[in-house]
């Protein structure tokens, strides 16, 4: 059973930072990405950031320069430290695991979210 806990999240003013986190529990045989998406009320979930197999790392346009997302020696946490936070940040931070099942289709594994907000 794989489980995936953000945390990290909270108030803070324009401008501030945060640091995410996302425990990774369980046992993953095979990691395509690990990923932080958010989701605003009336909103489609967007991805943020994704850091991939090859350690490669992409960003969305809104949050590039502001945002790095970033892995432990282990590989079984998943950080995103933002800076320069802007009231347009605020939304339901999640962190997804790219990985396959048994039968080696895709499965894709999401934490349970975590709130930032961001006052003008």
């Known amino acids: 059973q794989v489980q995936l806990v953000e945390s990290g999240g909270g108030f803070v003013e324009a401008g501030g930072s945060l640091r995410l986190s996302c425990v990774v529990s369980?046992?993953?045989?095979?990691?395509?990405?690990m990923a932080w998406y958010r989701q605003a009320p009336g909103k489609q979930r967007e991805l943020v950031a994704m850091?991939?197999?090859?350690?490669?790392?992409n960003y969305a346009e809104s949050v590039k320069g502001r945002f790095t997302i970033s892995t432990g020696n282990a590989r079984n946490t998943v950080y995103l430290q933002m800076n320069s936070l802007k009231p347009e940040d605020t939304a339901v931070y999640y962190c997804?695991?790219?990985?396959?099942?048994?039968?080696?289709?895709?499965?894709?594994?999401w934490g349970q979210g975590t709130q930032v907000t961001v006052s003008a």
């Open positions: 997804k695991i790219d990985s396959r099942g048994s039968n080696w289709s895709p499965v894709a594994y």
């Open positions: 369980g046992t993953i045989w095979s990691i395509n990405a």
């Open positions: 850091f991939l197999g090859d350690g490669s790392t």
